[in-house]
């Protein structure tokens, strides 16, 4: 009897619950879409953005900050793949995307080949690298693996600055020969090209990304992260996953490392540091590992401190403060590693997951008032 | 034959510094499964420290002599304490999530060296040290640099104290227990917690002092002196066999060695990739090390 008084009631409830849930829902599904058609019209607007941006948007400074941050955005999401989707933990990732740089830049000034060309030879050689180091790295697990990856990586590092043969330019890296790169993407006047080049593989890694997370080998790859015996135990082995998503992440570091030498205008001995990797770490970590927008999040906020707290450190209001507040202050790094400190502490799973903190303390506060 | 004679001292008095580094650096992955990428940090704090106080800045300390040792101890100290701060404040309130323990000590291993250049300078500083051991011996025809010996000695010393300490102590006991089996000794009421803070001290303690040492041999200090030495020290410790110090006295024997006489006889960073591909091949044969997992 009690159940067939409290069905009609719950019919009742429900037409009237679900489109006020669909109304909230709809135009916040679609949020992505929104920011994304806001960024490609960027270039077009010189909206000043106080505090954020030196320059108004659309200006060739600002639009070569947002481009690098979009760049770091995409490489942390493509790092996350190995670290949040799979629980690799590479400690060699640059090494992958300065193939792409050092490759593609070659190709262009020593063999003369045309740009196109030289891109995918330089892509292509950056996911050949990450299928045979990965091929070996993987025979080991866990610290291991980690140590070897930046075995590798400190590998190819003094190689690229012993620079033998004196290709790669040593120290100083090598500049990209702009008359040999397409006239669209030289110049300061083409600044917006490049931004919207940056634009594309940040879209192309979240695409890639998401695509991948949630195909079959993607759900191998969350058992693997989550419990590797027990994935062996039902008959796959991890052991192909793994290199599956070391070649898609090393593929995706090789395409930015292209994208980063045409927006710096030439490959740095700096991309292939251990450093590097560390830094794409911290975005990761700080933005929300394993989370959809949290790596893009991370990287394109480290970046943008990176910058802006490099010119703050000389700016005059700094250099008045007493020396306690100055030093500490004058140091990107410094400050950089203890937010990420901080961060690993009181804020597990990074800055993807405050919304839902907040919601639940607010929530938790209701019903204590209740 | 004098050119073998000193390489193979340089060599040696390098394979000190990794393993005052990497001893550490073992015992605390082998006890807590935390790989220390702030141990860098603790050795330029050690080598800062000293450098401090044998500038004058110490009462008592100086450049020669007592003074020195003093500034040396000072410097040491410092290193500890840090050590033991960064164990309570940063690597004990994770100590349920072991790769977020890695992550914080990256955070430190960032910060430390930025903020010591912010503080001193970005460039290196001429590090002062006794006559006495500035100068070189004569050893089987080679004119040999005396603070390699010095180095070498204080290895000697750290690893005795350190086989002592993990042998005949109680306290080292629980360590290499710990080691072996954490749970287990966790399970049989012994808090094995006491022993990370200690496992940190001696781990700082012996970095710091390779610091103090380090300036020593490379004439100077600057900030990222540590972290360099750092990816070394990590391919000590790996090839050693994670948690075991006497696999590390003989990886760091081994390392340095290479290092060296690739460095000398084929090119200049030659000796580096060696390293690193000797790790590389050395894992993929023996993925535990060359001793395994033993305190």
Known sequence: MSTATDTPDRTDKRPAKAPARAGRTRPLRW???VVLLVLVVAPFSAVPVPGVLDGPLGSAGSLQLLATCLLFGALATGYDLLLGRTGLLSFGHALYFAAGSYATNLFLLEAGLPFALATVLGLLFGIALALALGSVSLRVTGIGFSMVTLAFAQ?????VSRNPGGITGGEEGRAAPSDLLPSSLVGIDNTANLYWIALAYLVLTLGVVHWAVRSPTGRVWEGIKEN???????????????????????GLAALGGIVHLLLTGGSTPQTTTSDFTLSLLVMVVLGGSGTRWGPMVGGILYTWADHRLGDLAGSGAVADLPAVLRVPLSQPLFLLGVLFVAVVHLLPGGLARLPSRLRAASNRKETGEQ | MSTLVLLTMTGLGLGALYFLVASGLSLIFGLMDVLNFAHGALLSIGAYGTWWAASGNLPGAGPGGAGFVLAVLFGTAVGTAAAVLLELAVVRPLYTRPREQVLATVGVGLAVPALLSGIWGSDAHTFPGPEALGGTFGLLGAQVPVNRLVLVGAAVVVLVALRLFLGRTRHGLVVRAGVEDRAMVTALGIDVRKAFTLVFAIG??????????????????????GTSLLIFAFVVVVTGGMGSVTGAAVASVVIGLVQQFANYYTAAGLGDLAVVVLLAVLLLIRPRGLTGRLA
């Open chain 1, 228 to 250: 590797e015996r027990r994935v062996e135990v039902l008959g796959l082995k991890p052991y192909g996953f793994k290199l599956t998503a070391f070649v898609v992440a090393g």
């Open chain 1, 31 to 33: 949020w992505p879409a």
């Open chain 1, 155 to 159: 590998a190819g590092s003094i190689l």
């Open chain 2, 204 to 225: 700082g303690c012996a970095a710091a002092l390779g610091g103090a040492l380090g300036g020593l041999y490379f004439g100077s200090v600057d900030p990222h002196q």
